[in-house]
């Protein structure tokens, strides 16, 4: 075995559709499982804000298990648990259907939604309420005045911590490897089976997660940047 | 179901708590706290270290320690420990057992984290601090050493704490290296058991959520006190500061 070769991995045909593979399940697994969490989220929060007890115990109750228990023990629960509890015809169909990849999704997204919620409650509760008496005032209804004026300024408040649990959502689809999602983790360590270039394939993996973390932390930066109205209006 | 994982844990709680396995010092729970509280006591100085280079003037210490922060925070955890999985070794040209790979993996993740925890900590006491430690004569480290690290590194009790807890939480990516933690020593149990998968991780999740919810509630007893003492001193702006790093070195995992 030579010196460090890149070219011997970014030449080789196989090695790069192994790669592309890899990047496309985990960007099915990352946005699969944000989209999961963010539609989690809202309803989660919506609970939270419901009249009655039970919503905000329950809510409490979810957002403590996903922060406490780490995420990989939440995808082995999954993968390696309830998997094996579903009925026979689900468990067949999953099977047939990337099921590593469908459970990576179905527990990142749980875990994620726990935190996205919570980051969009504080966003919201650092909106003063004051504004939600001025909308009712002004013949807002409840869910109007929450659509039209205290939303978008919770959400504005929100966006970075979303934006980094975003990033680290990304990040942590590379546990799929753990329960047996074909992600880029995987394939790099698969290119490395196959091809003993350690170094090179690692130092390949690593730019990639880089760069698209890089990318989303970017795009989170513009979405804020336009998102300040007082940025907007100078515009 | 409650039955089969009281039966679980009597007959595997030696292997699930301090079981004995040949590559690391004691095994399962024990593990994993040793594995966790080593990375922290060593991630911590270090993290002092980075944190002053990030807000030095020179741009030869700041520009290094400002990239490692980035990488580690832009890459996964996994990938991090797949590197020193081979890197470790090569360098120290001995076979390395898991346990220590990992310690140095989490040490630098940590320590990145950690600095940008102490990093806020310390901007967070604003420019009167130090101008006045300098008034009274005390050199940059002098002040430094005596006046802002004591103020800040009391104001970050429990964002270490929190660190703490998402250290316990990394420390499960160890499994990918065979390091014989918790996590391990439950897919072990798993591995002799077959037929109950469901009881064992959910024993597993348990202990976690017991051990990590319990630090997470002194944190948040403690963060609450700080709050209220430093809002005593006229420092709103210092413990809502604080308040935020908290929350990001507990984002992870």
């Known amino acids: 075995m030579s010196g460090f070769d890149l070219s011997a991995i970014l030449t080789n045909p196989e090695y790069i559709s192994m790669l592309i593979h890899g990047i496309e399940i985990t960007f099915v697994i990352a946005i699969g499982s944000w989209l999961l969490a963010m539609t989690l989220a809202i309803l989660l929060l919506a609970l939270r804000f419901s009249p009655g007890r039970f919503g905000n115990a329950f809510v409490a109750g979810y957002v403590s298990y996903h922060r406490n228990v780490p995420t990989l023990v939440q995808l082995m629960l999954w993968y390696f648990g309830i998997f094996t509890l579903l009925p026979d015809w689900l468990t067949y169909w999953l099977a047939s259907h990337n099921a590593e990849a469908i459970f990576a999704v179905i527990g990142l997204g749980l875990c994620q939604a726990a935190y996205f919620s919570e980051d969009l409650r504080s966003g919201l509760r650092s909106v003063s309420p004051g504004q939600m008496e001025a909308a009712r005032a002004l013949g807002h209804g409840y869910l109007s005045a929450m659509r039209f004026v205290m939303m978008p300024q919770g959400v504005r408040n929100a966006l970075p911590p979303l934006i980094n649990h975003s990033v680290s959502l990304f990040k942590n689809s590379s546990l799929g490897i753990v329960i047996g999602a074909s992600e880029l983790t995987h394939a790099v360590k698969e290119i490395e089976n196959l091809s003993f270039r350690t170094f090179e394939v690692y130092l390949i993996g690593t730019v990639l997660y880089l760069f698209f973390s890089l990318i989303i932390m970017g795009a989170g930066a513009f979405i804020s940047m336009r998102a300040d109205p007082a940025r907007r209006a100078r515009a | ?253």
Request: proline content about 5%; overall charge positive; aromatic content about 10%.
């Open chain 2, 1 to 253: 179901m409650i039955h089969d994982m009281i039966a679980i844990f009597q007959d595997y709680w030696l292997l699930l708590l301090i079981g004995q396995y040949p590559n690391g010092p004691l095994g399962g729970l024990a593990n994993t706290l040793i594995l966790s509280a080593l990375s922290i006591a060593l991630a911590f100085p270090i993290s002092i270290l980075m944190a002053l280079a990030r807000i030095s003037k020179w741009r030869l210490l700041r520009w290094p320690v400002t990239v490692l922060v980035y990488v580690t925070r832009g890459v996964p955890l996994l990938m991090l420990i797949l590197w020193s999985y081979f890197l470790v070794p090569l360098l120290t040209g001995a076979d390395v057992p898991s346990f220590v790979t990992m310690l140095t993996t989490l040490v630098i993740y940590q320590g990145a984290f950690l600095s940008e925890v102490v990093r806020a900590g310390i901007v967070s006491l604003g420019h009167g601090q130090m101008d006045a430690a300098k008034a009274l004569g005390h050199s940059y480290l002098g002040a430094m050493r005596f006046i802002i690290l004591p103020q800040a590194l009391y104001n970050m009790i429990p964002s270490i704490l929190s660190t703490f807890v998402s250290t316990i939480k990394d420390t499960t990516l160890g499994y990918v290296i065979n390091v014989p933690d918790l996590t391990f020593a439950a897919s072990q149990v798993n591995n002799q058991l077959l037929t109950q998968p469901f009881q064992v991780f959910l024993i597993l999740a348990v202990i976690y959520y017991a051990i990590c919810w319990s630090i997470t509630f002194v944190a948040n007893r403690l963060e609450r006190r700080i709050t209220r003492k430093r809002a005593g001193l006229g420092g709103d702006r210092a413990a809502a500061a604080v308040a935020v790093p908290a929350k990001i070195a507990s984002e992870q995992l």
